[in-house]
């Protein structure tokens, strides 16, 4: 405990994060059990969840420092081989923000997704789309001190899935971000404005509020496309909030 | 009336099958995008403490072990204080806390080894069990899991987390059984008989 001098080396100095989370609001995301999404059937947990307020556990959460990133590991066209993966160019962008609206800087956003063609390099997939040998499929970076941050990439193709007998999946990027604690640790879907497959989509219709899918769909941002070149879409992401009182934390009996 | 004005979470979304893609890419077989898979372990050379291995599956509500199952784990180390952020002063340098975990493609089973935590502050000062935070995401999980791994040798009864557990007997899916020296067992079972005690904390 007495050597800080180490850790100061390998991690990105960041503020001491304190203050509880925001209490997670259960009806804005997707139940457990959700028959449309047969796969959520008999991995939904029956029993209620034990909800208390978060600890230490919650509210501290891992680091990671920009040194960790390579030069094109948010460049998903370009990071398989050096050689450019087929498709529609497009920037994606946004913002890491808390509930209260504050940009949550040096945190780690991860993206997967499928090819142009709408099939994913994993031996699990063995859809008719060809793999593209120069996609890859995965990048990463971390927000800057505002928050922000930016994928280039091919926009993914859509594809069907084994669910009912024809369920496809609207073009999506999967999406992993990391806060400043652990319990605010999320995994999403961006989805793409204008796409018809959203509304028939039963994993997006795992959410039960209109709004709350709203919340998943990119805006084409033509401010942010670069001309002859790619399109931009924007996507901002929320994660839970930490309440700050001088009323926090009170002893026990108090 | 003023505005709040708060945002609104993001809704989660499942992880999906092909989770490896972008989290493990190594392990998928997908090399060459970045030299090491992120969280290969929570513990460096020279860590403090007791070192330890934990074994466990995922379970499903018909029984079966899940292979795409994928597990985060977060940690104090030895002494109780969590690497990085906590209020409360620097940890051990040679603990990261954090590990990311896959199951094994064919057999289903995952592997932690770490240092056993040591004790941590609930918020009202009275001290939590040592355990380890586990969050879980698959295909058919739609929102990640929170659960916890607490040790059959330690005094888990004072711990007012696991106070809050009003079924008395589930409280012990939170608990890894020591199957060896240094080594626990704690299988993780999503719905039904034996089903593991997950938070919303």
Redesign the interface.
């Known amino acids: 405990m007495s050597d800080t001098s180490q850790t100061e080396s390998k991690v990105q100095p960041r503020p001491v994060s304190k203050g509880p989370l925001f209490f997670r609001d259960r009806d804005w995301h997707p139940a457990a059990y959700t028959p449309g999404y047969k796969t959520s059937m008999t991995r939904a947990p029956f029993r209620p969840l034990v909800a208390l307020g978060s600890t230490l556990s919650e509210e501290t959460g891992p680091a990671f420092g920009h040194s960790m990133i390579g030069e094109l590991d948010n460049n998903l066209i370009m990071n398989f081989t050096g050689q450019p993966a087929i498709g529609e160019r497009i920037i994606m962008h946004g913002r890491v923000l808390d509930e209260t609206g504050r940009g949550v800087p040096n945190v780690l956003v991860e993206i997967w997704q499928a090819n142009a063609g709408g099939r994913y390099r994993h031996k699990k997939d063995a859809y008719a789309a060809p793999l593209d040998p120069n996609f890859g499929g995965c990048g990463r970076t971390i927000s800057g001190a505002d928050g922000s941050y930016e994928f280039l990439t091919v926009r993914p193709g859509a594809y069907p899935w084994p669910n009912r007998v024809n369920d496809w999946r609207p073009m999506h990027i999967h999406i992993s971000v990391f806060g400043s604690g652990f319990g605010q640790r999320l995994i999403t879907q961006m989805y793409f404005e204008g796409d018809p497959l959203i509304a028939r989509c039963p994993i997006v219709k795992t959410i039960g509020s209109d709004r709350a899918i709203d919340a998943l769909v990119a805006p084409l941002d033509m401010n942010r496309a670069i001309p002859m070149d790619c399109l931009a879409y924007k996507f901002d992401i929320v994660l839970r909030g930490r309440r700050q009182s001088f009323f926090e934390n009170r002893k026990e009996g108090l | 009336m003023q505005q709040l ?19 493990t ?1 190594n392990k ?3 090399d ?4 090491v898979d ?2 290969e372990s929570p513990i460096q050379n020279g860590a403090k403490g007791e070192v330890i291995t934990i074994v466990g599956t995922v379970r ?3 029984g ?1 072990v ?1 292979r795409d199952a994928l597990i ?1 784990s ?1 940690q ?2 030895a ?1 109780g ?7 409360r ?5 040679n603990v ?3 590990a990311r975990i896959i199951a094994d493609f064919d057999s289903g089973e995952w592997t932690l080894r770490t240092v056993k935590p040591g004790r ?7 001290m ?1 069990a040592p ?1 380890i ?1 586990l ?1 879980i ?10 659960t ?1 791994i607490y040790f059959e040798d330690e005094d888990n009864d004072s711990c007012p ?1 696991l106070q ?2 009003e079924h008395r007997p ?1 409280v012990d899916t939170l608990i890894a059984k020591k199957t060896g020296d240094g080594v626990y067992r704690f299988d993780i079972v ?3 008989e034996n ?7």
């Open positions: 004005d708060y945002l609104k979470e993001t809704p989660s979304q499942t992880a999906g099958p092909y989770v490896h893609i972008g989290l890419p998928l077989g997908n060459g995008i970045y030299p992120l969280g499903d509500g018909a079966m899940m985060e977060w104090a180390d002494h204080i969590y690497p990085g952020n906590d209020p002063g620097a940890a051990d340098p990261t806390g954090w941590v502050p609930f918020p009202d000062g009275r939590m355990h935070a969050w995401v698959a295909r058919g999980i739609n929102l990640g899991l929170q916890r987390v809050r557990i589930r999503l719905q039904g089903e593991t005690v997950f938070f919303d904390m």
